[in-house]
């Protein structure tokens, strides 16, 4: 969300394992009206495997999100809420 504020697009990228954490991510600002999907991209790398001493395939993602027309109007709400619920801690 901080990158969406300064950025009208934003790439998450990811290898391997952590592919299932990015698209997660992407899916979670979608799903809060905060992100559309603009492009996704999906591809194989060569990385050294220092165990094995040759190169191993893995798979990369590309996903690049755009701000939403509601993006700032949400985070603001967003600011809001944390301010009062702030305020309610500071009176009990």
């Known amino acids: 969300q901080r990158y969406m504020q300064l950025h009208e697009e934003v790439e998450l990228s990811a290898l391997g394992m952590a592919i299932a954490t990015v ?7 979608k799903n809060n009206g ?4 603009k492009k996704i991209m999906t591809s194989t790398v060569d990385v050294k495997d220092d165990t094995r001493n040759r190169p191993i395939q893995k798979a990369k993602i590309e996903i690049l999100i755009g701000k939403t027309e509601k993006f700032d ?5 967003a600011a809001e809420e944390r301010e009062a619920a702030g305020a309610e801690e500071e009176q009990s």
């Open 34 to 37: 905060l992100a559309v999907e």
């Open 23 to 29: 698209v997660t991510v992407a899916e979670i600002l």
């Open 73 to 77: 109007e949400l985070m603001a709400a």
